[in-house]
């Protein structure tokens, strides 16, 4: 098999697919932040954390390990789905029997039939479940960006809709259904896999012990991601943590749209390129080094012009989010990185490694949010960024650079560059506002092509940025080649 053709293509959809995405997101934020109040987000976001701590144990770490594995049965796909779906019952009932607690957590008598709701989102996710794994394992990448495109245009619209017709946050929820349900019918009718009944004697073969490895990961980074929002909330409110979300979902959330479907590529592409060394390096470095392109530059900006950013995309009201914004950025700039190394580990099979870092992260990020909730929403913020540079990229470049091709030094050298690129952009943008008098659109619109010009610039002035350069250009030729024809046949 052609591999790199096969990344090339899912790259070059799964890069349209994200566009479209946060083109909307940034849309939905600018419409949503007119329609609805901090309020309804507070409200909303209080719910989140336990919403997405249950769907980590609904999904027991088991797509991955479908699509890692070199080999899978049929029967085992089917085993593992309706374990799947057992185990999203079980949780779909528990969330209501927990719901009178959250609420009473934070005194807000709201999430108890919103906690409970999230339930039926969830039973209805159980019924997509092996349509991904299968879908990734083909290098379907095409009719994955395709699918992911339709469910971000349906939640779109049912968000819009609601919100102005009966502004709440009903009208979030009721977005999370609409996607859900756009994605059983449609992976559905691509993937031609139905589940059947359920069989005895099938050997899972180790799928549920990496499968484990890879839930306790995902719940020391849910610590990491989420004890913010459970801390301000229960310490601040809903208005307080209205802004807070807005913050994160602004500025980190499409970096994880980035990541998210390049990801979706890189780790069946990289999990069949193990016994070929010098390959899966190559391949490894030119996807973390176009992904930290696309990425760090405009994270630049966006802390460079944080004020304005604000006021344009929310309003006047939403000024308190800025300084949170400000300093959420700064861990924003290496999460390109820090996303594409977790790769190595998926890939390399190494979940247990990755558990371990995980764990180890966890418990020092959550002491650093109990300390930054002194100074408030902002202090969390800063603290989390902090621990992201002292703590976390350390740890993770040592331990995915202890085995395979790819080492500590290249994923040091992958992302320096552009973090120096970052901090000259940063002063550009202060010598614009200070010395040229910018402001608003104008400051923005200067600064971003300067800050991939720096970037360019940069890059350039090195061998291995000389490589990744020339590796993006032809990426970018052979996708707009390969999207023409595909896009007629749409």
Same mark, same amino acid.
């Given at each position: ?5 096969a ?17 909307? @997101? ?19 976001a ?37 374990i ?29 039939v919103l ?7 969830m ?27 339709? %469910? ?20 979030l ?8 349900? %756009? ?26 012990g ?84 696309? %990425? ?10 944080a ?11 939403w ?7 400000y ?7 290496? @999460? ?17 490694a ?22 408030g ?40 560059p ?14 614009l506002r200070?010395?040229q ?17 720096e970037?360019?610039?940069v ?21 707009m ?7 007629? @046949?749409?």
């Amino acid at each position: 098999m052609n591999f790199r053709s096969a990344a090339m293509t899912g790259i070059a959809w799964s890069v349209s697919s994200q566009a479209v995405r946060m083109i909307l @997101q940034v849309v939905t934020t600018v419409v949503l932040a007119r329609l609805l109040t901090p309020e309804d987000f507070g409200v909303y976001a209080m719910a989140i954390p336990v919403i997405a701590l249950a769907t980590l144990f609904q999904d027991l770490g088991l797509q991955q390990a479908l699509i890692q594995r070199e080999k899978i049965t049929t029967a085992q796909i089917n085993k593992v789905f309706w374990i799947n779906f057992a185990v999203t019952l079980a949780i779909a009932l528990l969330l209501v029997l927990i719901s009178p607690l959250v609420s009473r957590f934070y005194g807000e008598e709201r999430l108890t039939v919103l906690t409970s709701a999230w339930g039926i989102i969830m039973i209805l996710g159980s019924l997509g479940f092996g349509q991904y794994a299968l879908l990734g394992r083909a290098f379907r990448f095409r009719a994955l960006a395709i699918i992911d495109m339709a %469910c971000a245009i349906a939640a779109f619209v049912t968000v819009t809709v609601l919100a102005y017709f009966w502004p709440s946050y009903w009208a979030l929820w009721a977005s999370g259904v609409a996607s859900v349900a %756009c994605w059983i019918v449609l992976s559905m009718v691509v993937s031609g896999w139905r589940p059947g009944l359920p069989q005895r004697g099938v050997d899972l073969d180790g799928i549920f012990g990496f499968g484990m490895n890879v839930t306790i990961h995902n719940v020391a980074n849910y610590a990491s991601r989420n004890l913010d929002n459970i801390l301000i909330g229960r310490n601040f409110g809903a208005l307080v943590l209205g802004h807070y979300d807005r913050a994160y979902k602004l500025l980190l959330y499409p970096l994880e749209n980035i990541a998210g479907p390049i990801s979706r590529v890189m780790v069946p592409i990289l999990s069949r390129m193990n016994g070929d060394p010098a390959q899966f390096r190559r391949a490894f470095l030119q996807a973390s080094g176009i992904q930290s392109l696309i %990425c760090i530059p405009g994270m630049a900006v966006a802390i460079g012009c944080a004020d304005e950013l604000i006021r344009i995309l929310l309003g006047e009201k939403w000024m308190a989010v800025a300084p949170i914004f400000y300093w959420l950025g700064f861990a924003g700039l290496i @999460q390109p990185l820090i996303d594409s190394t977790g790769w190595l580990f998926f890939a390399q099979g190494r979940s247990k490694a990755l558990m371990s870092m995980s764990v180890a992260t966890s418990i020092v990020t959550v002491a650093a949010f109990f300390i930054g909730l002194r100074w408030g929403a902002v202090g969390v913020a800063c603290a989390y960024a902090i621990v992201e540079y002292v703590y976390r990229v350390p740890l993770l470049f040592f331990l995915a650079g202890r085995r395979g091709s790819v080492t500590a030094l290249d994923l040091i050298l992958g992302v320096l560059p552009l973090l120096a690129a970052a901090g000259l952009t940063l002063l550009t943008i202060h010598f614009l506002r200070e010395a040229q008098s910018l402001q608003g659109m104008r400051l923005i619109f200067a600064a971003l092509p300067i800050a991939y010009g720096e970037a360019l610039a940069v890059l350039a002035l090195l061998p291995t940025g000389r490589r990744l350069l020339v590796s993006t250009f032809r990426l970018a030729t052979d996708g707009m080649k390969m999207l023409r024809p595909a896009a007629r @046949q749409i």
